[in-house]
């Protein structure tokens, strides 16, 4: 992302946190720690250490969960953030001979494509804490808890934009997770968990950089995203990262990206771009792991020996419950 918006926005909803109460969590055999509670009283970790509601989801048995792809196909017709590179490929080499691509006039016996553009933060991807901050952590220093197999939590805030009659200009507060916490009786944010926003805007995904007037017809309409204070919360209270289904999760009228800064700051990452299979996904009890790769690069192309690779593109794997006919 950059340091400005195509557009800005007027009429913030700020609603200030309050404080709530602490649970005491397990999480996969991880050592005692606290998570959020929005009834404001304290509970006994869940037996196995696995996070109260999580256990339905065994995703080790296909009997007992369904996969689910939570991110979006890279291509070069990926929605770009204005101002970022566009993606640019061609065949390097092809199996059997093609003599109207460049290349490709004679077979090779494989197949081989150059990138020749490509943005770190293009597609499904994680932002790094050195996406914002100079001298956090990349992509190769991150800490394996990320790429675990986390507990996930999906706000559903697409029928909000809706009420609104598309405009998503609006912050997701910290009051109003915890009402939404006792809403859906999620109740807590488990330990080293991922929380989410789902706006419905990832199903403009394939209309690529095309903007269709009206407001929520494509993918670079106003949508909402998590305030820095209530980012803060969620980190304060058990989640190591945010995201959402749209290029990041901060919201549209967020020029200082508030979000992306705060929860980066703090050691965390964001997950951008992700995909409509977040729509599968339940508000809380699935689970979710990140893969793809960890990018490095020498020291002779890096800042002063300090920066490296602050994102890529990235697989993104759900598993809920297994619909029974």
Known sequence: MQQNRWQTK???IAVSSVAVGVVAGLVLGMNTAAGASAGGQTRAAAAGGIPRGYAQVDPRSPARSRQVFLGQPLSDNAPI???DPKVKWQLWNCVNAHPRIPRCHKGSGYTLEQIQSLGTHTGTHISAPCHFHEN?????????????LRPLIVINVKPLIRARHGNGDFFITARYIQNWLQRTGCRTIPQDSYVVLYTGLSSF?????????????DYYDDVP??????TKWLWEHGAIGVGADTFGPDATMDQRFGSTTEITALGGITLENMGPGLASMRPCGDWIELNGPRLTSTPH???G????????WMGMDGWTTRKTS
């Open 136 to 148: 956090k952590p990349c992509l190769d220093r991150l800490p394996e808890k990320f790429f675990g």
């Open 81 to 83: 953030f204005p101002g």
């Open 205 to 217: 995904y394939h209309l690529g950089n095309r903007r269709v007037p009206g407001r929520y017809n």
């Open 305 to 312: 020996g300090r920066l490296d690779f602050s994102g890529a």
């Open 10 to 12: 007027v009429g913030m």
């Open 301 to 303: 192309d890096q800042l």
């Open 225 to 230: 995203g998590f305030s820095a204070a209530s």
